[in-house]
């Protein structure tokens, strides 16, 4: 994003996954349409979503200290402080971000997401996680793709159907990473939910035009496919944690995991 960049029209006539987790997150910047759908959503959505907030901001910190500086997020969404660059960066000053979203009114604050420390830089593309070619073309001229890659892709592959090929996806950009990087992930599951409170989370997102694919144990590990799980392993959100006191293990919605790159 550049100074002078027009502001993006952003149409407030549908709902949109990045503005209806921001209002489950308290957040401010979403509309009716968005907020409709939110009040529809079973009271455990806000717990669901603060949750898998907290395991983004603990597994960001531990790839900081593991060394990498380098960081691909897709599916950024409505920037809610912290945000990425500024947990990395306060343990690596030099990091570099770039952070993608499909949703126009993330590029309105992505001001926000581009204030870094003088050591290291931020970058925003807006772009479709469905075209991940699209995606790595443009990171590669801000990152360094000969050194290890952090690629996050936090709350969004339940929105990508099985027609849109989320393995696909997944795959393509896996595949881009150096050795030694890390892929950080998590996803909604329906496991630990009765069926007709699934149901209702579903057509609930549906009526607003908003596919949503909740995925058992198995098929978020194919995730992982060529992989090496990092300890916990593939757990719910509260029960990922590394180098950190362990948090309150909360029932969660969210299959959650780290992983590195051979």
Known sequence: MTAGTPKPQVDTSKPHPARVYDYLLGGKDNYPVDREIGQQLPEDSRRDSRLNRAFMHRAAAWVAQSGIDQYLDIG??????????????KIAPASRVVYTDNDPIVLRHAEALLISTPEGATDYIEADVRRPHEILEHARGFLDFSRPVALSLIALMHFIPDEDDPYGITRTLVDALPSGSVFVFSQGTADFQPQNLVGKVTNTYGKGGIPLRLRTRAEVLRFFDGLDLVDPGLVTAPKWFKGTPAPEDEQSSFYVGAARVR
Not at 76 to 89: A, D, K, M, S
């Open 76 to 89: 950024t969404g409505i920037p809610t402080e912290p945000n990425l660059h500024q947990i990395v960066q």
